[in-house]
Each structure stands twice: as structure tokens, then as C-alpha cells.
């Protein structure tokens, strides 16, 4: 296709991605690791502090690569961890 | 409110007990019925099944006592009223949901039409042998109202009357029939539907996030509400708050537990019925319930033939007992006679209430028939003798 | 102030701190019973959240849903959901959705139980409910094992197995639920582990909205017993087993999809057929029996 010969997208110098901020209640996290496991962009992982019960809940040491798709959400079985929607990364 | 005129067949009718019941459900209300065939108390849900497509409900049969018993209780929360039917093995397996019913406080009627047991026993003769375990047969504490008719006509009018208590005090209402009313054809004269009084569901008028389904009102009694209604409640077998959430401490316990068990001891007043004839003047009082108050009437009767000054005492509703009245009979030094189609039930009741000040005597019987009038009148004499 | 009290006071303060509207499933939640029972890294809370999206996202309203468990651990999800929810007694969840469908048939009833729960006490129930049709969803979350109890075999136990109760291992064969829910007659048959929270998901969304007995069966950790006594490691280990050992085929036969202790296990949608419910089935039949006479069944 002729689009294809254009070598950047129409209308954008620089593309943007969404990005999410991501909200972690320590207090409800059982330390399961399955968020920092299935992150796809490998945006967290286990904190070296303990919360009240003695787990080590996550922390975002890649914050700006979380593109708030949610998987994170889902896959907490504590209902611990959530992303909202932020400013989209340019670039 | 007065019963709606769909479920209503006014007229005089020759039924049998079984037929009558079902009549009488219908009458009260009862939309739907959660069933199992067991003899012999299927005529009830045959007749549900073929009358229902034509009044609006529903009947399902389902795969055993145990789903049939829970099946009824989802419908009840749905906003259905609603029963089951069965006899003394099926009645064994009903068990643990008679006690969910008590705990979630389940407004619904469960039939048991009695046979003789224990185990298979006599499927297709009588016996009065499941009153106690109508009262005590789930795990745990709780209290029940049971009801026992003695003719056609009265499994008719006291099953509306059964389903009217059941919702005045959210509690399962175990109506205890036997074989012999059950196939027993008479007479029914079935009352326009505006002569029918029913009592409908005492639902909150409070909205949601403020109606909470186990806090008690009236008569000790929480108000129901029905799903769908926006309350988003919980309801569970655990001993529960207010709220309806679990909650495992000897306080909770006390709360739920207790009150489910006061609501009904701390009313009996109010609930007990009976009727009595000829008690004025007697030395003996013969008590009975259902079946077995037919022969003792005849007992009675030839008792007074023989000169004996003796009484009738009929239980209608058997628990929660009268214990309050058998105390004044025995107050008064009436001996107490006990006629009932099983080796001693109710008769420890009565016993227990006596407190010893008058002789108590056992017209017990195994069942598989009615007792003989004339066994009935010897322990008259016995107890006549004895006091 | 309880330990549990303490515990929320704290949670609160840094979901206020966050300045945004909270965990979205605090609107789906009885919040005041979080914390859960559930052992960490169990799989339960996972489906809690993923059935809570499927709600989302058909967007029926809460008020026209009930939850029914039975007992165990998944027995306990009704008492987490802010939604009409009946925790019941052990095995019978099924008649109890059963009579509340039919006693309202507009309500969307879901039975939310485990697998002991709803194929082994319950087994009878599962089997007359899918024959019937009645228009119920039911969602097993097969942990293998009765977990609540401590560990004891179950019915879905693979052979080899080792419980509390097959402390030589399970020599015997058990259920393969597909297999079952087919044979008995469920309209809509699917199985994903915990892992695979979009497929689950999608497969809730499906079962929710197809009329008739649908059943959802999802693989979930348990890593207190069944994991740590088969040497599984814990439950994270055990999702990395599902990422390692699944193949999704649909329309595989049911027949092919049994779960051995360390085979590979088949995910995917295996039935999807339509039959009237039972509802339907009755008020069709009896309109046609009955003509005029019959005063169709609404709730």
C-alpha cells in the first residue's frame, strides 16, 4: 500500500501511548507476586518494606512504562492494585 | 388481605386430606411448590401440578428431598409463597434445611404427611411418630411451629393458617399430617376468597443501605425484603448480624440464635391453640392431636358411658406446646392421658408439665392403624384409678 | 480498635491519599468484610474479579443479579459481593438458584461454588439442573481438593494426587467437569485457569448472556494444600505451571479433556448450543396443552 511509504504516521512527529498511574494499597497485599510476574511491561516488582500483615507489598520501579491496561487489576487476587489513566507518553 | 379469588375453588368438594392441603396452599397464596414423590403425601404435589398451569405458579419436582427443600427457600426469597411436600424419609433428608430456614429466619410451610417409620417403615399407614423430630431434627438450637390436623376440612383451613404464621413470624411452619387424613376423603366446603384472611409478607418499607434483613421489629421479627429490590443483602447459614454477615463469636450467637429461638418461646402465648370439651367437671383429660383425636373423641365419649368423668384436650398447633395449660390441668389434679400413634412423644411434654402432680398415662401406638377406642378407654380407667 | 479495624483505617487513609475514586471494585464489593479469608496467592479473588468485570461489562444492572454458594472457600465469594448473595448449605447451591430463578425468572442468577461444593455432595444437583436447563450460570472454581477442610480428596482430584486423605496418592479416577456438564445436557462449556483473567472473562460474558444452564469451569490455585503437598511450590508457581502447560482448543471433544496431575490441560470453549430452558419449555408446553386456560408463567 502507498501509505506504507510514508515513513512516519500521518498528522504525529511523535506518537503517544497511554499510561496509566498506578495505585497500590499496601495494606491489603498478600505478597503474591502475581502482579509483578504477568505485568506485561515489567513495571513492578516486590518492595523490600513490609506492610502491617508482614507481606512485601509491589512497588512501580518502571512507572513510566505502564501503558493502564489493567492486568495488574485483574490478576490481584486482593483487589490491591489498580491503574488509572494518565497523561499518554509522548514518544 | 384477602386471599386472591385464583387459587380460591369456592365450593363444597369431596377431597381427600392430601387434596384438601393442596387446596388449602393454593388458597393461602402458595405459588410454588419444590417437590419429590414419597407416599403418601404425593397426592398433594399431583394436584399442585395439575392446578398451578391454571392458576400462575409454578411447580417443579425435583431430584430429591434435598434440593426440594432448598429449591422452595430460593423461591421464598425470590417473593414467592411457597412449600414442600413428603413423608418420613424424605422428611429425614429435609433436615439440614429446615435448619437453614430457622437460621435465615425463611418464611415457608413444609408438609410432612407421617408414615410409619423408622427407616422405609410402613409407606402406606399412618403414624404421629415425626413430632419430635419436626421440632428438634436439624443440628443446633432453634424453634419451629407445628401445626396437625385431624380431618380434610382442617388440612384445608389450617394450611392457610399455616402459611398466615409462617409469615407473622419468618419461621418454616412444619404441618404434620398423618396417612390416614391424608387419603381420608370427607366433606371440604372451601369460603368465597373475600372470607379467606391471609397475612402477606411483612416487607421493609425502608430503603436501601438502611433496611437490615436480620434486625429485629415487630414481635422480636425482622421485616423481609425480596432480591431484586436494590437491599443487595446477604443471607447466609452462619450465625449472622444484622447485616446478614457472618460472624463467629459466642455474642453474635447469643444475638441470632437467641432471638430466633425467644421470638417463638418468649410468644408461645400468642401461637399455642388447642381446643378442649368436657374439661370442666373431668378427673381425666385425654390430650391428642390429628389422627388420633378422631378415636380419642370416641374414647371419650364411651368413657363418660361407663360414668367416668373425663375430658378432651386436641392439639392444633403442637409446638410450641401448651405447656402453661397442661400445668393448670395438673394443677387441678386432673389425671393426664396421652394419645398419640408413636411409643411417647409428646407424651414427655406433657409429662414434663405435669411436674408429677398427676398421673400421666401413654396411650402409645406403633402405627400402621389408628389406636382402638377401647385401648384408649382402658388407660382412661388406668389414669381414672390411678389419681 | 481490632487488628481488622486498624487494617482498614489504614487502607482508607491511602485510598483517600490517592485523590482518585478507589479501587474499581469497591463499588462490587461488600467492602467492610476486605480482607478476604482467601490464603495468598489463591486464585479465588481473582475470578471475583473477573466475574465482577463481566458484569461490568454487559452492564446489567447489580440489582437484577444473585449470587449462590454453597460451602468451602469459593462457597465464601457470596459474602464478598455487594450483590443479592446467599451463602447456603454444603452441595446445594444449584436448587436453591434453582428456586430464586424460578421463583424471579428476571433476575440473572450465578452459582459461585467449588468444585467439591457443586460435583461431589452436589453432584445430583449439577446433573438435574443442566438436564432441566434451568436458566442459571454456574461458575466452578476447581481447586482440586476441599481446601476449607484442610486438604481432603475430592472428586476432581487428579489419580496420584497427594491429600490429606489420599496420603499415598488418589487412586482414584475423577470427574472431568467439561465431560460431565456436556453429557448432562449444559448449553455453554468452557475452562480457563486463573491465569487467563481476559479468556475467563470473555467466557463469563458468554455464559451470562446465553440463556440456559451455562457452566464455567476455572482451573484456580490453591497453594496452602493442594500446590504445597504436590510439590506445585505456591500458587505463583502453579499460574507459571498454566502459562507452561495450557493449550487452548476450542471445540475440543469434552471427552479429551481430562486434567492429570502433571499433564497439560486444555482450555477453551468446548460447547456452545442452544435448548430451550425450562422455563420456556414449560410455558410453551403448557400453552399448547391448555390453550387459554393457562395463565403463562412472568414470576
Known sequence: MRIREHKKPFGFEKPSRPHGKIIIIDERCKGCGFCVEYCPQDVLELSERFNKKGYHPPEAVNDHACVNCGFCRMICPEFAIYTVEDEPVIG | MKADPKGVMTGAHYLDGDHACCEGALAAGCRFISGYPITPSTEVVERFASRIPIVGGVFIQMEDELASSIALQGAVWAGKKAMTVTSGPGFSLMMEHIGLAAMTECPCVFVNVQRGGPSTGLPTQPAQADMMQARWGSHGDYEIIALSPSSPQECFDFMIDAFNISEKYRVPVMFMMDECVGHMIERVSIPEADQIEITERNYTKLPPGEYLPFKPAENMVPEMCKVGDGHRIHVTGLTHDYRGYPAMNPEAQEEQVGRIVRKIRDQADDIVRYEEFDVEDADVVVISYGITHRVAVQAVRAARDKGIKVGMMRLIIVWPFPEKRIAELAEQGKALVMAELNYGQVFFEVDRCAKGKVPVILAGHGGGTVHETDYIVSKIEEAYQCR | ?299
Not at chain 3, 473477573?50 to 446489567?60: P, S, V, Y
Not at chain 3, 448473595?85 to 428476571?106: D, E, M, V
Not at chain 3, 455464559?207 to 476455572?218: D, M, Q, S
Not at chain 3, 490453591?222 to 505463583?236: S, Y
Request: proline share 5%; hydrophobic share 40%; net charge neutral.
Open chain 3, 1 to 299: 480498635m481490632s487488628v481488622t479495624d486498624e487494617l482498614k483505617a489504614a487502607v482508607q487513609a491511602q485510598t483517600n491519599k490517592s485523590g482518585d475514586a478507589g479501587h474499581p471494585m469497591e463499588d462490587f464489593l461488600r467492602m467492610d468484610r476486605i480482607p478476604h479469608i482467601w490464603c495468598p496467592t489463591c486464585g479465588i479473588g481473582v475470578v471475583v474479579n473477573c466475574f465482577a468485570r463481566a458484569l461490568e461489562k454487559i452492564g446489567i444492572p447489580l440489582d437484577d443479579v444473585a449470587v449462590v454458594s454453597g460451602i468451602g472457600c469459593t462457597g465464601r465469594v457470596a459474602g464478598y459481593v455487594k450483590i443479592d448473595s446467599f451463602h447456603t448449605t454444603h452441595g446445594r447451591a444449584i436448587p436453591f438458584a434453582t428456586g430464586l430463578k424460578l421463583g424471579n425468572p428476571k433476575l440473572k442468577v450465578v452459582v459461585i461454588s467449588g468444585d467439591g461444593d457443586l460435583v461431589s455432595i452436589g453432584g445430583n444437583h449439577f446433573v438435574h439442573a443442566a438436564r432441566r436447563n434451568v436458566d442459571i450460570t454456574v461458575i466452578c472454581v476447581n481447586n482440586f481438593n476441599y481446601a476449607m477442610t484442610g486438604g481432603q480428596m475430592a472428586a476432581t482430584s487428579p489419580t496420584d494426587s497427594i491429600l490429606t486423605t489420599s496420603p499415598y496418592g488418589n487412586f482414584e479416577t475423577p470427574f472431568n467437569l467439561p465431560f460431565l456438564a456436556e453429557s448432562v445436557g449444559a448449553t455453554y462449556v468452557a475452562r480457563w485457569t486463573a491465569l487467563h483473567i481476559h479468556r475467563q472473562t470473555e467466557a463469563m460474558i458468554d455464559a451470562l448472556t446465553k440463556p440456559g444452564f451455562t457452566f464455567v469451569e476455572i482451573l484456580a490455585p490453591c497453594p496452602t494444600i493442594f500446590e504445597r503437598r504436590n510439590k506445585f511450590g505456591d500458587g505463583l508457581d502453579r499460574l507459571n505451571y498454566y502459562y507452561e502447560h495450557s493449550e487452548i482448543k476450542h471445540g475440543e471433544p469434552t471427552a479429551n479433556v481430562d486434567v492429570g496431575l502433571r499433564t497439560k490441560i486444555i482450555v477453551g470453549k468446548f460447547v456452545d448450543k442452544d435448548r430451550p430452558t425450562w422455563l420456556d419449555s414449560m410455558n410453551s408446553h403448557l400453552k399448547r396443552k391448555l390453550g387459554d386456560r393457562f395463565t403463562p408463567y412472568e414470576g
